[in-house]
Structures are given as C-alpha cells and as structure tokens.
C-alpha cells in the first residue's frame, strides 16, 4: 500500500498582495486573486506533485464552491472526497501578503470545521499506508471528533498518522493541553517554529523539537528561509537547510513540507532526506501566489 489519505481543510483563498503599508480608513493598492487553498487540501496537492500516485482527500466544503474545488484537485492529481454541505458557505481565507512576502489570514472557517464524525468511514483506509491530519480540524469540536475518529481508525489498521498543528492563534484558543491530548497517538508532527514554541514553552526550536519528539516518534520543524530540523526519540538527528529563492507569498510554504516530506517517505526516503525534499517543495512554494504548486490549479475564482 502506497495511498496517502488527507483528511482537512479545503478553502478558497482571497490573496490580496500590498506593496506599501495597509492604509486605515481608506484604500491600499493590491493585487487579488481568488484560489484554491487550505492548509490540508494544499498538503495534497504538494504531495501529488512530488510523486505520490495515490493521494486523497476527505474534507467538507459549501455546495456554492464544490464543483469548482473538485476540479482543482483533480487537476492537481489528487483523488477528491468532498462532502458537500447544504448548510454551510466553504471556509474562506483572506490573505494579506506584505511586501516582505509575510501574510496575515482572515478566517471564515464555514464548512470546514462542520465535518462530521458521520463524514468517516474506517473504509476510507482502504489501500491506504498514511493519513495525514490539518490540525485546523482541532480547533471545532464536530470536526474535532472527526479527526479523532480517523486517527484511531488508523491506529486500528496500523496505517501510520501524521499532524499539522496549523495555526498558532488558534492553538492558543484551543489551549496547549487540548491540542496535546488530541494529537496523542500521531507518528509524526510538521509545527514551524512559533507552533513549536508554544506547544513546548521552548524558546529555541532545537529544544523544542527535542522536547516534541519525547512525545511523538517523529518531529519536523520547519524554519521558514532557515530550512528544517528533525528530531527523534529526545535528540535532533538533522538539520536541513533551505534553497535560497526570492519569496513572493509565504502561504502554504508549511502544507509543500508536509507534502513533500510525507510523499518522500512513501517512496522509502529517510527521514532527513524527505525533510530535505519538504524544503525544496516549501522554496517552491513562496515563488508562487497562493498555497498550491502553479502547475496544478484551476483558473481564479469560483
């Protein structure tokens, strides 16, 4: 078995790009375009573009964008199982990026933290080796139990899981100790630096991952322009150093390491060396506008 099950996140991104300062009151210049994103989609569809054949993803979008992000990820290679909500508008992100390529992210979490411990079925594993879980499923409590229930249904099957802790605001919202809890049982964990941080009380990254990997088996920390460490069972076994690129927009950066690092160790790579994909795929990542690889996107808007 070679599948990867993403279960998480699907979101239309609004990237509006401001060179100079936002101006309070009255009008910035920007360029905006509307894409597709969310931290556990573009997961996906970075791990298709390295080299993963069977990638899919469970998520829960509004019925108004649902075609539109169906397409998207079948262009990107990825195997869509959309569940479509009658209720609920599809999360929406908007996302600020600066002049220094550094994004803010205003959150409409709509559909995507409504699915539903229904939304799971264990038969959902079937050919799968991995699943990997957005941490964004944490932060609401339906999709919470969702996540829950995918992760023991993994354990159950011995299909190996991995977190993505997703946000440091609203790991602060859910508290340090929920998010623990929840996360319990994970293989491998992906926080940047900050979500290191917070989760330790750590203030350097190498500590910290340290500290993580006392927890769980394996622990990727990625450093943004400074690469990734990889720590395993209390020490750190790598240190990964990053292409140097000219950044265009940081987001999704974090999702291409995922991506990329879950797709590598799928086809046998080590630890180290999947790492050292993940910061090739996440280099990538900041040349482009938006959170998904350029080569595998549908045209703006929904």
Same mark, same amino acid.
């Not at 600020?96 to 979490?109: G, I, M, P, Q, Y």
């Given at each position: 078995?070679?599948?990867?099950?993403?279960?998480?996140?699907?979101?239309?991104?609004?990237?509006?790009?401001?060179?100079?300062?936002?101006?309070?009151?009255?009008?910035?210049?920007?360029?905006?375009?509307?894409?597709?994103?969310?931290?556990?989609?573009?997961?996906?569809?970075?791990?298709?573009?390295?080299?993963?054949?069977?990638?899919?993803?469970?998520?829960?979008?509004?019925?108004?964008?649902?075609?539109?992000?169906?397409?998207?990820?079948?262009?990107?290679?990825?195997?869509?199982?959309?569940?479509?909500?009658?209720?609920?508008?599809?999360?929406?992100?908007?996302?600020?990026?600066? @002049?220094?390529?550094?994004?803010?992210?205003?959150?409409?979490? /709509?559909?995507?933290?409504?699915?539903?411990?229904?939304?799971?079925?264990?038969?959902?594993?079937?050919?799968?080796?991995?699943?990997?879980?957005?941490?964004?499923?944490?932060?609401?409590?339906?999709?919470?139990?969702?996540?829950?229930?995918?992760?023991?249904?993994?354990?159950?099957?011995?299909?190996?899981?991995?977190?993505?802790?997703?946000?440091?605001?609203?790991?602060?919202?859910?508290? *340090?100790?929920?998010?623990?809890?929840?996360?319990?049982?994970?293989? *491998?964990?992906?926080?940047?630096?900050?979500?290191?941080?917070?989760?330790? /009380?750590?203030?350097?990254?190498?500590? @910290?991952?340290?500290?993580?990997?006392?927890?769980?088996?394996?622990?990727?920390?990625?450093?943004?322009?400074?690469?990734?460490?990889?720590?395993?069972?209390?020490?750190?076994?790598?240190?990964?150093?990053?292409?140097?690129?000219?950044?265009?927009?940081?987001?999704?950066?974090?999702?291409?390491?995922?991506?990329?690092?879950?797709?590598?160790?799928?086809?046998? @790579?080590?630890?180290?060396?999947?790492?050292?994909?993940?910061?090739?795929?996440?280099?990538?990542?900041?040349?482009?506008?938006?959170?998904?690889?350029?080569?595998?996107?549908?045209?703006?808007?929904?």
């Amino acid at each position: 078995m070679t599948g990867l099950l993403v279960v998480g996140d699907v979101v239309t991104d609004v990237v509006a790009r401001h060179r100079t300062p936002l101006a309070p009151a009255t009008d910035t210049a920007a360029v905006i375009r509307t894409l597709p994103g969310g931290a556990g989609a573009n997961a996906a569809c970075w791990a298709a573009r390295s080299g993963c054949a069977d990638v899919r993803l469970l998520g829960r979008v509004g019925t108004e964008a649902a075609d539109w992000h169906t397409r998207a990820l079948r262009l990107a290679g990825v195997r869509p199982l959309l569940v479509r909500d009658p209720r609920a508008a599809t999360a929406t992100v908007i996302s600020l990026v600066d @002049a220094h390529a550094e994004r803010t992210f205003l959150t409409d979490s /709509g559909a995507a933290l409504r699915l539903s411990p229904a939304d799971w079925s264990d038969e959902l594993l079937r050919g799968v080796a991995h699943l990997h879980l957005s941490g964004y499923l944490f932060f609401g409590a339906t999709s919470r139990e969702a996540a829950l229930g995918a992760l023991r249904g993994a354990r159950a099957a011995g299909v190996s899981v991995s977190v993505d802790p997703a946000s440091v605001g609203f790991l602060k919202d859910l508290g *340090v100790d929920r998010f623990m809890a929840a996360a319990s049982g994970a293989d *491998v964990l992906f926080p940047n630096a900050d979500e290191a941080r917070l989760l330790t /009380g750590c203030a350097d990254p190498v500590a @910290a991952a340290e500290r993580l990997s006392r927890t769980f088996p394996l622990v990727a920390v990625t450093l943004g322009d400074r690469g990734a460490l990889v720590a395993e069972a209390g020490a750190v076994t790598g240190r990964v150093a990053a292409p140097s690129v000219q950044p265009v927009d940081s987001t999704g950066a974090g999702d291409a390491f995922a991506g990329a690092f879950l797709a590598a160790r799928l086809a046998g @790579a080590d630890p180290v060396a999947a790492a050292e994909a993940g910061c090739r795929a996440g280099a990538e990542a900041v040349t482009v506008v938006g959170g998904r690889p350029e080569n595998g996107r549908s045209q703006d808007g929904a």
